[in-house]
């Protein structure tokens, strides 16, 4: 692997297996402060973090790591029709690959819908003692009617509104990264997807938050969280808020993550358990 040069504010690429993936950094690099690793939502990429990743370095103290995955931004194009396990398959195959060429000391991943799933499955899948933290930003564990629906109403606007030329500005071909993300999620497989039972393989303290309207999963989310995790959880439901609560609730989401990285100490090499 190719890993570009960590350079605040720039943005690069990186070699991973077949795919060059795009790239920006933000803080101190891993050799010199714990890092936070950036799992964008489906339809996302490194530049629709917008100013989120600059703030939480500077609050933090942190590095903060931001990539797009094959398919998304300036990155290799990806495969369609996407595999139902398609995020699985980026949590145990990918991603590692990825911390690994950065390399990796100790930190924290933190994802947005997709990516938090993302993030959700590799804690519970992948041992790796440089994770200390999960931050989820509205993760989906499994499938509801209402995120569906959701999904639905977004199709119908990829092909009667200017969403397409909008997604083009920032994704090299918008239609692999729509329709990847749009047509996995409507397909009569991914109706009986979950992936809830990773929660149960967690061994690090999670940070949940969620907006009391996001139009593409309800709290049960968070609920199925709450019945099976067995390691320290704090939660943050953000009233007035939709599904991407570090755009449509800065604030309160800054100082939720901040302060779990407080508790956290991610530069603390003490087991989970005795770090509660």
């Known amino acids: 692997m190719v890993s570009s040069e960590w350079v605040p504010g720039q943005h690069g690429m990186l070699a991973v297996g077949d795919a060059v993936l795009e790239t920006v950094y933000f803080g101190p690099s891993p050799t010199e402060a714990p890092t936070i690793v950036l799992l964008h939502e489906g339809l996302g990429c490194c530049v629709l973090w917008r100013d989120f990743p600059h ?3 500077a609050l933090t ?4 790591f931001a990539y797009s995955r ?5 990155s290799s ?3 369609l029709p996407r595999p139902t396990d398609y995020m699985t398959q980026e949590a145990i195959d990918v991603l590692p ?3 690994d060429a950065i390399g990796l000391q100790r930190g924290i991943l933190l994802g947005h819908s997709d990516g ?4 959700a499955i590799h804690g519970g899948s992948v041992p790796d003692p440089r994770v200390h933290g999960l931050i989820l930003l509205a993760p989906h564990f499994f499938t509801e009617p209402e995120g569906l629906s959701a999904i639905a109403e977004a199709g119908q606007s990829y092909r009667a509104t200017d969403l397409r030329d909008r997604l083009a500005k920032y994704h090299d071909d918008p239609d692999i990264s729509f329709l990847g993300w749009h047509d996995v999620w409507l397909s009569t497989e991914f109706r009986a997807w979950s992936v809830a039972h990773v929660i149960d393989e967690w061994r690090v303290p999670v940070l949940a938050l969620q907006g009391q309207d996001d139009q593409y999963g309800t709290l049960a989310q968070i ?3 709450e019945r099976r995790i067995r390691t320290p959880l704090e939660t943050c439901i953000l009233e007035r808020c939709g599904h991407a609560p570090h755009l449509e609730a800065t604030e309160a989401t800054l100082d939720a993550i901040t302060g779990f990285i407080t508790r956290v100490a991610p530069g603390d090499d003490r087991p989970a358990e005795a770090r509660r």
């Not at 103290?61 to 903060?64: D, I």
């Not at 094959?70 to 300036?74: L, V």
């Open 223 to 225: 609920h199925e969280i």
């Open 97 to 99: 690959r990825v911390l």
């Open 70 to 74: 094959a398919g998304y931004g300036r």
């Open 77 to 79: 194009p990806a495969h």
């Open 116 to 119: 938090a799933t993302i993030a």
């Open 55 to 57: 703030r939480l370095a």
């Open 61 to 64: 103290g942190c590095g903060v």
